[in-house]
């Protein structure tokens, strides 16, 4: 893989951050965009522009038809059984909150059980809670291990015949822990437990095929994976958009209404309600083409080079202390440093170009665990190489300068 003509790929690294080269290593938060994403939103707004789904003029049909591309092309990207089974949302949060509030609405009742892990980012948690609040149902955590895992024993001794769902992170967003996902839907299947997996920092890394993962839902992030902000996809079972009842009402959505009785329309449409981000998904699109022409199992091998480097790097500085040390690990790594907080660790790094986050990462629950209020987290994306990672350790030792007086 040549990263230099990757990185040329994305107009953002032209330009310099307080006088050095911009380092970026926020893409767990969201990645950067190449040029054939920027250029085809402009392009379409430009020359293509209509709403979806309405109208039947020329620019109507050519922008319906260039938005089912679209589609066909994320169900043949994630290798699922339908079109039909592709759901296009504002965001991974919106997909996830689809499935707690439609599922959770028909089928789960006072005294039901979620399964979820001590390691889900809050937007795999907070719309369980509403369900769990609204119905009286209870949420089982799995506990992470020492080294930021969650194991599969774990998760089978909490299932029980009161387990209704389990919703749980593919890849943890700060320890990187990759979690067994197939063996955790082989056993979700042996009691009959649907399965929803929060896809965000598994699918721009990973190779997801949903008819061999086996899971009913999977929510995208698309803008981790280098495409638009605003958009989302809900990977779901067939079986259940058609037992489902719709999530939002309004346009687009609806089959016939009657002043005494209203039908909905056949999925994917009856989960797509108003006015829908068409420029956004057309684009997306592209951000596919440009994961494609790479190859996912390239991009991943070189991440993990990246990371592995990385991790050895840092591990050389004492005062470094790395979170969590997973059987697998993604491409996330989350430090802490002695005797300084991670805000001023992030702020100080960003003088040197380097980009990082700090925070809890919207994983609270994971932080107290852990017994820390924070971390700082430098995550990978394919266009960052070694210098990248010799850079991080530079500027890190350039902040312990500050704090040493």
């Not at 300084?340 to 040197?352: E, F, G, K, R, Y």
């Not at 990978?380 to 530079?394: A, C, F, H, P, R």
């Amino acid at each position: 893989m040549d990263i230099k003509n990757i990185k040329n790929e994305f107009p953002i690294f032209t330009q310099k951050i307080n006088g050095k080269p911009l380092v970026y290593l926020d893409s767990a938060n969201s990645s950067q965009k190449p040029k054939t994403v920027i250029d085809r939103i402009s392009n379409f707004y430009e020359t293509e522009y209509s709403n979806v789904g309405r109208s039947v003029h020329s620019l109507a049909v050519k922008a319906t038809n260039r938005f089912e591309a679209t589609r066909d092309k994320v169900q043949k990207y994630m290798n699922a059984a339908h079109r039909e089974e592709i759901i296009f949302t504002k965001g991974a949060t919106e997909a996830i909150n689809l499935v707690a509030s439609t599922y959770g609405k028909k089928h789960i009742n006072k005294g039901d059980e979620i399964l979820i892990t001590e390691l889900e980012h809050h937007s795999n948690y907070v719309p369980l809670h509403f369900i769990r609040s609204e119905k009286g149902a209870v949420i089982k955590f799995a506990s992470v291990n020492e080294d930021g895992d969650v194991e599969i024993d774990e998760i089978k001794k909490l299932i029980s015949n009161k387990t209704k769902i389990i919703a749980i992170t593919h890849i943890s967003n700060v320890t990187g822990a990759v979690l067994p996902i197939k063996q955790i839907v082989d056993l979700a299947k042996e009691k009959n437990i649907p399965v929803l997996i929060d896809g965000t920092q598994g699918a721009p890394h990973a190779y997801i095929d949903m008819q061999n993962i086996g899971c009913d839902f999977y929510a995208v992030s698309c803008h981790k994976m280098y495409g638009p902000n605003g958009l989302g996809i809900l990977y779901a079972k067939k079986k259940w958009l058609d037992d489902l009842p719709p999530y939002q009402g309004g346009g687009g959505m609806i089959n016939e209404v009657k002043k005494d009785d209203i039908t909905f329309a056949e999925s994917p449409t009856k989960f797509e309600a108003g006015t829908l981000q068409t420029a956004e998904v057309v684009s997306f699109a592209e951000s596919i083409n440009f994961i494609e022409k790479i190859g996912i199992k390239n991009i991943a091998s070189h991440e993990n080079e990246i990371l592995d480097y990385g991790l050895e790097k840092l591990r050389k500085n004492n005062s470094i202390k790395i979170i969590g040390n997973p059987k697998s690990r993604g491409s996330v790594l989350c430090f802490t440093i002695k005797g300084i907080h991670p805000h001023d660790i992030a702020t100080i790094l960003d003088d040197d170009g380097v980009a990082i986050r700090a925070g809890h990462h919207c994983c609270q629950i994971l932080h107290e665990k852990l017994g820390l209020p924070a971390t700082a987290r430098a995550s990978i994306g394919v266009y960052n190489d070694k210098e990248d990672m010799d850079k991080l350790s530079d500027a890190i030792k350039n902040c312990q300068k500050v704090f040493q007086g």
